[in-house]
Structure formats: C-alpha cells, structure tokens
C-alpha cells in the first residue's frame, strides 16, 4: 500500500504557501513509477509554483518492494530505537521473518539499497568491501573518516571479468573504484562467522553500514 498525505509548506524564497505532497510509505511494487522518482529525487523535492524554488526535503519514508521482501525505512532523525520492543512492534504487527527491514538515514542512503537488493547482492559483505577501500583504495588527500563510499554497480569486462564498483562521493576527486566480483564473494565467505546468525536478525529492522561490524 502506498500512503500519501498533504501539508502545508510555505517557500522560503517568495513566502507563497503551499502544498506538498509527503510519501509515507511506497509500494514499489505495486507502482514502480515511485521508484524511478525516488531514485531520481523527484519524489522528496519541493518545487514552489510561485517562484521555482526547489529543495530536498527528506522526511520518514517506508519504502516497499513486495517481490524482493524488502523494507527500508528512511529515518532522517534517527528518531527510531533500534532495540527492545519498539523494533517488533514497529509499524506492523505483520513482521515477517522472510523479509529483510533496512533502517537508513538519507535517501542516498536508501537508494543505495535499492540498488544493492536489486543486483541480489548481501549489503553486509558489501559494507565489508567498502571498509577494505577505506583502508586499502583511498589516496593521501582523502580523510578515510570522511570519505562517503556508495555502492556504484555491477559490470563486465572483457579482460577483467565480472566487476563491481564502488563510487567515491567526496573529497577532491570523485571517482569509481573497482574490484573484482571475486573480491566480493571472497568477503561473503570468509567473514561469514562475523555476521550474527540470520535467526535473530530475521524479520527486524536493523541499521547495516560499515559500523554494522564495530
Ligand atoms: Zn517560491
């Protein structure tokens, strides 16, 4: 089900009030025009009908992909607790422990989600993969504290085989780093002993970035 309400926004700019539209929960599922907005950002931008004016504006969002059993939360404020009762409780009572529950922050972040779950890749390796740049990848420009790494594809080439990349986002210059999908599945197997077991994390919401693992 995708749940849409209305408020009203007055544009900083030109003072001329308005509404805009704020999507509580998308089915991506059921209409995946709203994926294509959310990716694309359209669907968290303000733009005024006055002046033109436009900017993000990121609120609490469930994003719902009904045949990949996926729920991502974006939480902006970090409002959610992630421990004790709340988190079974959260939203649904229909928690299923098929499903896989994401908490992210930004729609950045969200996307990125997106577009792991879609290329049927585990997010915990990948985070793994991104620690391993961090440490190995990033030049003497870089604060490795700062750097922001997205996950940024798959690919194949001809001389490297399959390939999977990860994008730089800040710092000086911006880039694409690449890895052999080997690297990938090297990680998934050997670190698997780190992951807590699928059992106890099975139909909860949980935060996976690269503090998943500290
Ligand atoms: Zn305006």
């Known amino acids: 089900m995708t749940k ?5 926004l007055v544009c900083p700019e030109c003072d001329l009030e308005q509404e805009f539209t704020v999507y509580d929960s998308v ?3 059921l209409n995946s025009d709203y994926k294509e907005r959310l990716i ?3 669907l968290t931008v303000f733009t005024c009908d006055g002046c033109g004016y436009h900017v ?10 009904m045949d990949k059993k996926l729920m991502i939360w974006m ?8 421990s004790g009762l ?5 939203l649904f009572d229909i928690l299923d422990e098929s499903y896989q529950y994401r908490i992210v922050s930004t729609r950045e972040e969200m996307v990125e989600k997106v577009y792991i779950f879609d290329d049927d890749l585990d997010d915990k390796p990948l985070e793994m993969l991104k620690h391993y740049i961090r440490e190995t990848h990033l030049s003497t420009d870089d604060d490795p504290e700062q750097t922001i790494l997205y996950y940024g594809g798959r690919g194949v080439f001809e001389d490297e085989g399959d390939v999977i990349f990860i994008n ?3 710092g000086p210059d911006q880039k694409s780093f690449r890895l052999p999908m080997a690297k990938y599945w090297q990680i998934k197997n050997e670190y698997t002993d780190h992951y807590p077991g699928p059992m106890p994390e099975a139909g909860r919401w949980i935060r996976v970035d690269e503090n998943y693992f500290k």
């Open 40 to 42: 694309n950002g359209k």
């Open 86 to 90: 709340e988190n079974e409780q959260f």
């Open 56 to 65: 993000e504006i990121v609120y609490p969002m469930l994003y719902h992909d």
């Open 27 to 29: 089915n991506v599922s």
């Open 168 to 170: 730089k986002w800040s």
């Open 75 to 82: 939480d902006p404020d970090n409002q959610f607790d992630l």
């Open 4 to 8: 849409v309400s209305t408020v009203d």
